[in-house]
T-cell receptor, first 113, second 109 residues
Framework: DAGVTQSPTHLIKTRGQQVTLRCSPI?????VSWYQQVLGQGPQFIFQ???????GRGNFPDRFSARQFPNYSSELNVNALLLGDSALYLC????????????FGNGTRLTVT | KNEVEQSPQNLTAQEGEFITINCSYS?????LHWLQQHPGGGIVSLFM???GKKKHGRLIATINIQEKHSSLHITASHPRDSAVYIC???????????FGKGTKLSVKP
């Protein structure tokens, strides 16, 4: 069975541009969460979606948005990119929105120049 | 003060040594995760626990809810255990995982 897949794996963007990152959860998993990991730091929670509804949002500006599709895949959008948005963006899926084990993708490494 | 503190930040061990990584947290939680992150960036979930102790192979995780403390132990460490180990706590139904900064472990042959 396929694990959590994220695309693209690497991305280079210019300040002010917009980016869309994609995540496909493990089959049967209804919850997807997104995390930002800046180099040398632990991940920071951005969003959680469950059954296509936003269930949680971290302390990130409105430039960050996400959605979950009927097939439970998810997209993370970041508008008006800043240099500080350069990071590894991780997606994790779980069976439900509660205390379920998390399965992480390999991440998308975003570089903003 | 961070809500999740890990110690040590860096750890170098010789192959075969017993290793302990500690995690303390200051918030109420419903579960605690131990994660392993290799240099490529991918994260593997090692344990999710809300009480007591769990064991998987050479890895043991314990949690003391009253003391708000968890430990990850690695017995008979091996160079392939070299990675960053991250503690993360799950606060409640809103999916908010709070992560520690990680412990970078290097096991020398």
């Amino acid at each position: 069975d396929a694990g959590v897949t994220q695309s693209p794996t690497h991305l280079i963007k210019t300040r002010g541009q917009q980016v869309t990152l994609r995540c496909s959860p493990i089959s049967g998993h209804k919850s997807v969460s997104w995390y930002q990991q800046v180099l040398g730091q632990g991940p920071q929670f951005i969003f959680q979606y469950y059954e296509k509804e936003e269930r949680g949002r971290g302390n990130f500006p409105d430039r960050f948005s996400a959605r979950q599709f009927p097939n439970y895949s998810s997209e993370l959008n970041v508008n008006a990119l800043l240099l500080g948005d350069s990071a590894l963006y991780l997606c994790a899926s779980s069976l439900n929105s509660g205390n379920s084990p998390l399965h992480f993708g390999n991440g998308t490494r975003l570089t903003v120049t | 003060k961070n809500e999740v503190e890990q110690s040590p930040q860096n750890l170098t061990a010789q192959e075969g040594e017993f290793i302990t990584i500690n995690c303390s947290y200051s918030v109420g939680i419903s579960a605690l995760h131990w994660l392993q992150q290799h240099p490529g960036g991918g994260i593997v979930s090692l344990f999710m626990l809300s009480s007591g102790k769990k064991k998987h192979g050479r890895l043991i995780a314990t949690i003391n809810i009253q003391e708000k403390h968890s430990s990850l132990h690695i017995t008979a460490s091996h160079p392939r255990d070299s990675a960053v180990y991250i503690c993360a706590v799950y606060q409640g139904s809103q999916g908010n995982l709070i992560f520690g900064k990680g412990t970078k472990l290097s096991v020398k042959p």
